[in-house]
């Protein structure tokens, strides 16, 4: 048993979580896939047609057609030669760094960067050089005084606490300046930044600097995995090295990665729901600020509502959630002390009658305690 909220029935604009309805800000179902029919019903058909169980890793009989179809769709969705997929965007990042760096490299990495790509770096055994958030006078000099032959910068496309977007075209000439790898996560980028959602490296148009990508599929395409995106080259090591892809049956689930096929096809023929999407992160940014509350420099659907203090990012949630809204309290260690906050997610999801609702509610709790 677990002291975490219950959620009954599917993930959406609004869910039942505790037996209560909420207008639901704390997902990362950007799209709305994760109840798409579409979606649902391509993992139903897949159940159908391969059963549950994967049965053994990809390498031995685990490999089924569509997770070989997926990775074709995905390469070709995200511009890149090859992709390999994983169960999660976590082992992802765990399975493909020490492939790219080693004992006697050294790895520049933004100091706010997810635990995930920390951890993969821990794994390598590389000499970490962490460089202050986005900080790029910072970043040149670390890479100046690097002695390594090979030397690899990773970074968050979009940081998921705050929403703000890394300097990504920036860290591609440093790579080339300094002769480094450029590693991009782009977790929360895909299926929200760039047309149809190809993602932040589409957006900001810098693919030939980015020399490998990962990326998840539990957010905007509504479904659960992850991948690594990257040259024919990576990806094959990948397929053959990487721990976290062959020491595990099922690198992704078969109906996950029949459900994640239906997700691209959708973005593909429509960019409806990614600026369905946007156009409800403006209006819902534009009304929380407009009643006062501090959401710093986010340039996404990431919404930091600040509170710093910590106990007043737990009151607020909870006045939310007796108002009906439910947006989750984020503290230290999850982001440095003293920034506490609630980390409010806009999702196409969202009816605009979802969105006022949660502006009210926004209004009564923070009036109530005296925050606006
Ligand atoms: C930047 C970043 N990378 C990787 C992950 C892990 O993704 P997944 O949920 O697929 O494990 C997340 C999600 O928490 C993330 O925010």
């Not at 932040?200 to 991948?227: N, Q």
């Not at 009906?324 to 409010?344: D, E, T, W």
């Amino acid at each position: 048993m677990s002291d975490f909220k219950v959620i009954t029935g599917p993930q959406g604009g609004r869910i039942i979580l505790d037996g209560r309805e909420m207008i639901n800000m704390a997902a990362n179902n950007y799209l709305g896939l994760a109840n798409h029919p579409a979606v649902v019903g391509a993992a139903k058909a897949a159940l159908d047609e391969y059963g549950l169980g994967a049965g053994a890793a990809r390498g031995i009989v685990g490999n089924f057609r569509p997770h070989e179809e997926l990775e074709e769709k995905l390469a070709a969705f995200k511009g890149v030669p090859a992709v390999s997929i994983f169960n999660s965007g976590l082992t992802a990042n765990l399975g493909v760094i020490p492939l790219i760096i080693g004992k006697d490299d050294d790895v520049f990495s933004d100091e706010l960067n997810h635990a995930s790509i920390i951890d993969g770096i821990r794994l390598s055994k590389a000499n970490v050089h962490a460089f202050p958030h986005m900080d790029m006078t910072a970043l040149e000099e670390m890479l100046k005084e690097s002695e390594a032959e090979n030397k690899l910068i990773v970074t968050d496309a979009v940081f998921s606490m705050d929403g703000d977007l890394a300097p990504v075209p920036e860290i591609v000439e440093l790579g080339k300046k300094y002769n480094a790898k450029v590693m991009i996560d782009d977790a929360h980028g895909d299926g929200v930044m760039g047309p149809h959602g190809r993602g932040t490296v589409d957006h900001f148009g810098v693919r030939d600097g980015v020399y490998v990508e990962t990326g998840s599929l539990s957010k905007g395409f509504g479904c659960a995995g992850g991948f690594v995106a990257g040259s024919a080259e990576l990806i094959d090591r990948v397929n053959k090295q990487a721990r976290t892809f062959i020491f595990t049956a099922t690198p992704e689930q078969v109906c996950m990665a029949s459900a994640a096929i239906a997700a691209i096809d959708l973005l593909e023929e429509s960019d409806e729901l990614v600026r369905k999407l946007w156009d409800n992160r403006e209006y819902f940014l534009e009304k929380i600020r407009a009643l006062g509350y501090d959401t710093r420099t986010t340039q996404t659907p990431i919404i930091p509502v600040m509170t710093y203090d910590e106990e007043k990012a737990q009151k607020l949630s909870a006045e939310l959630f007796e108002n009906g809204v439910f947006a989750q309290s984020i503290a230290y260690p999850v982001v440095p002390k003293g920034q506490a906050r609630l980390r409010v997610m806009v999702s196409a999801a969202h009816s605009r009658e979802d969105l006022d609702a949660a502006i009210m509610g926004f209004k009564a709790a923070g009036k109530a305690l005296g925050i606006i």
